[in-house]
């Protein structure tokens, strides 16, 4: 092979390297970018996905805050009204020598209504069973309460420790159950409703059944209750499936870790 020749082959071979290490730092390059652009468009779907938690979070406290104001308004606050006024009342028909009785019982059925009407503000809060005694006691109480409507059958079987114990993560599933019931009573016309509970690898496993009608394809809908549902479920850090194709009602498998 002449001098020439070599030459040749060598400018060829550095020229035919020097193409495949440029095409190898183009490919990683590219190779690059897309991971990069795919792990951008990860942070920005997990920042847009907590943005959404939050703002549910937060509409849920509001209609909470709403509906607690109103209860106070409307009920307490027209009841304290008619106190104040009956008081009123039985200072002038003191002073005039009249009968009193009647104004008083008024005055304590009022006062009595008040009470209750407190009372029952503070049990949906938080129920007084859940702080007390925990939440099995809780929810067995739910389902007496249920039970004694007639409207509907909810049976409880549970074979679970209840290692949740945050006092707010047991309200949280606590709402995630009575939400459940709820929605069963007005909108998947259900005869009987079933929660199982048990505990696996970590994990309680609440599996819920109805003999309703069947879980409509619009879940998030507001209207059901389930966006409120669905953020609780996410601060517990849990995962649910929904069984379309379940024989006949609703069939939702829920995993809180513990």
Do not use: C
């Not at 949740?164 to 069963?184: G, K, P």
């Amino acid at each position: 092979m002449s001098e020439n020749q070599l030459f040749l082959y060598i400018i060829i071979s550095v020229s035919i390297m020097s193409v495949f290490a440029l095409g190898i730092i183009l490919f990683f390059n590219i190779s690059q970018k897309k991971l990069q652009l795919e792990a951008l468009k990860r942070q920005e779907m997990k920042i847009s996905f907590q943005k959404e938690l939050l703002q549910r979070t937060i509409q849920t406290q509001e209609e909470e805050r709403n509906r607690i104001a109103r209860e106070l308004h409307d009920d307490i606050g027209s009841k304290l009204n008619v106190i104040h006024l009956n008081l009123h009342l039985l200072k002038s028909d003191v002073n005039k020598g009249k009968d009193i009785q009647e104004l008083l019982d008024d005055i304590d059925t009022s006062l009595q209504n008040s009470i209750e009407t407190t009372r029952h503000i503070s049990h949906q809060l938080v129920p007084p069973t859940l702080r007390k005694f925990g939440l099995q006691s809780a929810i067995e109480d739910l389902q007496s309460s249920i039970n004694r409507t007639g409207a509907i059958k909810m049976v409880v079987e549970n074979t679970t420790a209840w290692k949740i114990e945050e006092l707010m993560s047991q309200l949280h599933f606590y709402r995630i159950i009575q939400e459940l019931v709820q929605n069963a009573l007005k909108h998947s016309k259900a005869n009987h409703v079933v929660f199982t509970f048990e505990q696996k690898e970590g994990q309680i496993q609440m599996l819920y059944t109805d003999d309703g009608i069947g879980m409509p394809e619009n879940i998030d809908s507001k209207g059901l209750g389930m966006s409120n549902l669905y953020t609780r479920v996410q601060i517990l850090n849990g995962q649910w499936t929904i069984d379309r194709t379940y024989n006949s009602g609703t069939r939702i498998i829920l995993n809180i870790p513990t």
